[in-house]
């Protein structure tokens, strides 16, 4: 049966490359020679034809941070104004920072975005993106600025990995309030400002909370660590953590937060999504990923419009 149908299939693919590009190929419609189809071989998935022209990728939910794999094209085509900046952010120092503005015509909040421990990436960026697609001033920073060295728009993730490592607590959390109060400084930006976190960043995020400078409204933790219990009694702003069910090194520390943060009257929502892996927004490559992200990204944004206004 295969050796009748290689030819024929082939024929297919050679016409479907001579287009210049991907076309997708439904196995169980397509007929073969002798009155067979195919689905008569059992269960086969389509096939996709890759051919050097256009590239029809797989349809993309634009309303959430595209996943690791789609995110450079994503950014691209955006149609928003973005650029690099560099803030002064201590006597000795200063971070560079991507700043990515709102399509409005009136002023904005700011949301200031953690990098994961993967460090400066297209794919922190294309976040900051997003937070500006949904009308927010989003401000990267790049807390490794000086520290690494960058392929391109991306630190190695050795190398960052190792150099994160290097931080002093003290440090980030004074660099991201320089940041936050040059971003409510822009013209077009609003005087109050949240923040958001991922992974390494999420705990970064938590602990922003739990210092809560002048202008801080809100912080969103995506599967970080939380803060310690002594110091959760010091937080000042609503905290919303989402984390990966399949993430047990990290959503085992909820019910403990949640207990700390109720008897402490903090406010502190959470969602647990079952299947959801550790890195869900940046891999949405794998279906429960993909499921967490497009549940997730709606409530962050609905929980900051919420504290920092539409």
Not at 99 to 109: C, G, H, I, N
Not at 289 to 303: C, R, T
């Amino acid at each position: 049966m295969l050796a009748r149908i290689r030819i024929p299939l082939l024929a297919v693919l050679l016409a479907a490359s001579s287009a210049c590009t991907i076309r997708h190929i439904d196995l169980a419609q397509l007929q073969v020679p002798g009155g067979h189809d195919m689905n008569a071989m059992g269960d086969m998935s389509p096939v996709s034809v890759v051919s050097a022209g256009d590239v029809l990728a797989p349809p993309q939910d634009m309303s959430i941070p595209a996943g690791a794999t789609t995110v450079a094209d994503r950014l691209a085509k955006s149609p928003r104004h973005g650029e690099y900046a560099m803030v002064r952010t201590g006597p000795n120092d200063s971070l560079r920072v991507w700043v990515v503005y709102p399509q409005r015509r009136d002023k904005a909040p700011v949301v200031v975005v953690i990098h994961e421990i993967y460090g400066e990436s297209t794919w922190v960026r294309g976040v900051a993106d997003q937070l500006a697609a949904d009308g927010f001033i989003g401000i990267e920073a790049n807390l490794l600025y000086g520290k690494t060295q960058l392929d391109h728009d991306t630190v190695t993730t050795a190398v960052a990995t190792r150099a994160i490592q290097q931080l002093k607590a003290d440090d980030v959390q004074r660099q991201l309030t320089a940041v936050a109060q040059w971003g409510m400084s822009l013209p077009s930006a609003l005087p109050k400002y949240g923040i958001v976190g991922f992974c390494w960043g999420g705990g970064k995020s938590f602990d922003h909370a739990v210092l809560s400078p002048p202008g801080l409204a809100a912080a969103v933790v995506f599967y970080g660590t939380p803060a310690a219990g002594a110091d959760l009694a010091h937080v000042g702003v609503p905290v919303f953590g989402f984390y990966g069910g399949s993430d047990a090194r990290i959503s085992s520390t909820v019910p403990a937060t949640d207990s700390t943060m109720r008897a402490l009257h903090k406010s502190y929502e959470h969602q647990i999504f079952d299947g959801a892996g550790h890195g869900f927004m940046r891999a949405q490559d794998v279906p429960a990923n993909a499921a967490a992200a497009q549940k997730a990204w709606p409530l962050a944004i609905q929980f900051f419009r919420k504290f920092l206004g539409t």
